[in-house]
T-cell receptor, first 114, second 112 residues
Framework: GAVVSQHPSRVICKSGTSVKIECRSL??????MFWYRQFPKQSLMLMAT?????????EQGVEKDKFLINHASLTLSTLTVTSAHPEDSSFYIC??????????FGQGTRLTVV | QKEVEQNSGPLSVPEGAIASLNCTYS??????FFWYRQYSGKSPELIMS????GDKEDGRFTAQLNKASQYVSLLIRDSQPSDSATYLC????????????FGTGTSLTVIP
């Protein structure tokens, strides 16, 4: 299958700081990438759909000014959590769609805000 | 109505048995269907894709699609304890590919 690399895998930051998470499709081009958040023992929650060269589409209840998404190329999307607070601590996962519309997931980023 | 529905389980089967996981979807014109496996603390990994009515087999896994009934299932033969995970059904409703809906997942435990 296709490979999606997400970095970092773990990050601990202080409350009020910003954290950037990168999602790269290594062996295919992805016009569309998705960003999810998952709390322990809960299902994936779609945060936003990121399309290359255009603004991301955010799901209801997700603050676009807090979760900044940039999809500047066909292989890279970034999620920046701005002014992070402890309630933003979660498992953040990206996925990228290949030409066959299969979604491949990154390894996930475990964010802890202290 | 949710786009994709799954029984959350938990589903328990003995080792060596067949595990049957089911999924229904609401958008009749959906084109592409997928099964993912997610181990605790890890991100989902793609197991099977299916696009046409009927069965598709890959090793111990068989996906079954019935578009008329808006139903897709996953059978796991000769279940192993390592198959214990949450299984997510996903649907891409259009050929443009920029939408992707997941079910909430079914937790499967294979008992040794």
């Amino acid at each position: 299958g296709a490979v999606v690399s997400q970095h970092p895998s773990r990050v601990i930051c202080k409350s009020g700081t910003s954290v950037k998470i990168e999602c790269r499709s290594l062996d295919f081009q992805a016009t569309t990438m998705f960003w999810y958040r998952q709390f322990p023992k809960q299902s994936l929650m779609l945060m936003a759909t990121s399309n290359e060269g255009s603004k991301a589409t955010y799901e209801q209840g997700v603050e676009k000014d807090k979760f900044l998404i940039n999809h500047a190329s066909l292989t890279l999307s970034t999620l920046t959590v701005t002014s992070a607070h402890p309630e933003d601590s979660s498992f953040y996962i990206c996925s990228a769609l290949n030409r066959a519309t299969e979604a491949f997931f990154g390894q996930g980023t475990r964010l802890t805000v202290v | 109505q949710k786009e994709v529905e799954q029984n959350s389980g938990p589903l328990s089967v003995p080792e060596g048995a067949i595990a049957s996981l089911n999924c229904t979807y609401s958008d009749r014109v959906s084109q592409s269907f997928f099964w993912y496996r997610q181990y605790s603390g890890k991100s989902p990994e793609l197991i099977m894709s299916i696009y046409s009515n009927g069965d598709k087999e890959d090793g111990r896994f068989t996906a079954q699609l019935n578009k008329a009934s808006q139903y897709v299932s996953l059978l796991i033969r000769d279940s192993q304890p390592s198959d214990s995970a949450t299984y997510l059904c996903a649907v891409n409703p259009d050929s443009f590919g920029n939408q992707f809906y997941f079910g909430t997942g079914t937790s499967l435990t294979v008992i040794p």
